[in-house]
């Protein structure tokens, strides 16, 4: 399948931009100080993490991306910054904000395995966008074709954010998707694409884990377009796939095409990015979500935060072809 139509699309992500550091190790002994194995660290690294994993996803695809989003003038901060222009993503610096720390997340990995995790981030309230950053990104987002709201649930994504972009989208074309954390209730009615995992769906759609309802995915999938009317709503179900529910009534299971599984980690950016790359490119919705999910079973058999390259969905499809024909 030719990939050129990405390079066409325009697209700014707004949310929570993060550092995603890891430590790399291994275990040898345990500590006589307590009763921990001692990590001795062999080498570390570090990407764009949050809405930020999502832009540098689109950029891997060739789609020209922008990422909107606070980080603070600390280190990771610069990091952060550079690690978006090495990869050309827009990042305007009205949006570092000194009196804050900038979202970072340090992973600790042994022997392929993740043992543990350390967040250094401020409350939510604090990455709420000012009255001025508002009108930058309706001045951002009308210069795109489409919007991602990339909601890590630490505060960038509010009420007034999609306001703002919904406002925009009613004086041009765009097209709006939402990856969303639903802890705090939003009003997104009416959105072009909604991509909540399992947890999220049950969330969205007002259900209880435990009630009967939640273990039926097209009761799922009623609820939700009915408390919120998607036009597009893709679950991502882990090791089941995908299950794609249109507005207009049709729906699809799509089995994973993962062989191996290394780490899930960032792997809804993957999927959001190039769903609404594919979408607001027009390409139709189901081979869209089959793009996706390649990209997706490509991503996590990868260690690490990670994206997919055009040339790698690319030979994928290729590949994919060649069996199908075998």
Not at 48 to 76: I, K, Q, S
Not at 269 to 298: K, Q, Y
Request: with cysteine; glycine share 8%.
């Amino acid at each position: 399948m030719n990939l050129s139509f990405l390079e066409r699309v325009s697209v700014l992500v707004v949310g929570d931009v993060m550092l995603d550091r890891y430590l790399w190790g291994g275990v040898r002994r345990i500590s006589p100080e307590a009763p921990v194995p001692v990590v001795e660290v062999q080498r570390e690294s570090a990407t764009a993490g949050g809405a930020a994993n999502a832009a540098l996803n689109l950029a891997a695809l060739g789609v020209r991306a922008e990422v909107f989003g606070l980080v603070g003038d600390d280190a990771p901060g610069r990091e952060v910054g550079a690690l978006l222009q090495r990869h050309g993503v827009l990042f305007h610096p009205e949006l570092v904000r000194p009196e804050l720390p900038t979202i970072t997340k340090t992973r600790v990995v042994v022997q392929r395995q993740q043992v543990c995790r350390l967040d250094w981030e401020a409350r939510p309230d604090r990455y709420a966008l000012s009255p001025a950053q508002l009108e930058l990104l309706a001045e951002r987002a009308a210069a795109h074709d489409a919007v991602i709201l990339s909601d890590y649930a630490k505060g960038v994504v509010t009420q007034p954010v999609v306001d703002c972009v919904r406002r925009i989208a009613g004086q041009k074309p765009l097209f709006i998707a939402l990856d969303t954390k639903p802890k705090a209730p939003l009003e997104i009615r009416g959105l072009n694409l909604l991509t909540p995992n399992r947890g999220e769906a049950l969330q969205l759609a007002g259900l209880d884990r435990d009630s009967a309802a939640a273990g039926c995915l097209e009761t799922v999938c009623r609820a939700i377009h009915e408390r919120c009317v998607p036009e597009h709503l893709v679950i991502t179900l882990s090791e089941e796939g995908m299950l794609w529910s249109a507005r207009d009534g049709r729906s699809r299971r799509f089995p994973t095409l993962a062989r191996e599984v290394a780490d899930v980690s960032g792997a809804g950016d993957t999927v959001v990015a190039t769903l609404t790359a594919a979408l607001a490119a027009g390409v139709p919705a189901e081979t869209a979500i089959h793009l996706a999910n390649v990209a997706a079973g490509l991503v996590v058999a990868k260690l690490g935060t990670a994206t997919v390259t055009r040339a790698e969905l690319a030979t994928a499809l290729e590949h994919e072809a060649v069996a199908s024909q075998a």
